[in-house]
């Protein structure tokens, strides 16, 4: 017998923090990408040893937040929290338990870091630089901007750097 496969709902994860910001363009090569999955109840999704490699955002059911210290926080897919991952790498020493059967979402990291990048430099564009000799030793901006290093760094880079 055929195993229902679920589908992933573009408003679910438009809805998403960061996935929200994203361009439509960008927003659709994350959608190929993403991985709706589903986990009993009792079984482990995120400990210390998971691949830091993927995001994980639950989007139905109820999981357990174990600390390393026994603490434990009940969380609910119902919970506003939940629009972020359920962990993100300084909190990679908790454990996430399934408390009911759950579906995640889970996200490549790399992808998505990728295209927020490509969000934030798609605003900037590279004029052409004039060469004006007559203003050659007062203009040290033109002749930085005109070296060939510079000129393979991405715009919000160059941005950044004259900004400090």
């Avoid at 955002?57 to 929290?81: T, W």
């Avoid at 430099?121 to 002749?143: I, L």
């Amino acid at each position: 017998m055929a195993k229902s496969e679920k589908v992933l709902d573009r408003s679910v994860l438009k809805s998403l923090a960061p996935v929200e910001s994203l361009s439509n363009d960008n927003f659709e090569e994350l959608f190929k990408n993403a991985k709706l999955e589903t986990l009993s109840a009792g079984k482990t999704l995120v400990d210390k040893n998971t691949s830091k490699q993927y995001r994980y955002y639950l989007l139905n059911g109820v999981v357990n937040l174990l600390a390393p210290d026994n603490i434990k926080q009940e969380l609910s897919s119902k919970d506003p929290v939940c629009r972020h991952p359920l962990v993100i790498h300084a909190s990679w020493r908790l454990t996430v338990v399934a408390k009911t059967d759950i579906d995640y979402l889970k996200i490549d990291n790399d992808l998505l870091d990728m295209l927020l990048t490509w969000e934030q430099t798609a605003g900037y564009a590279v004029a052409e630089v004039d060469d004006d000799s007559d203003n050659a030793d007062s203009d040290w901006m033109t002749h930085v901007l005109k070296s060939k290093t510079i000129q393979r760094l991405p715009p919000a880079n160059i941005q950044a750097m004259f900004a400090r």
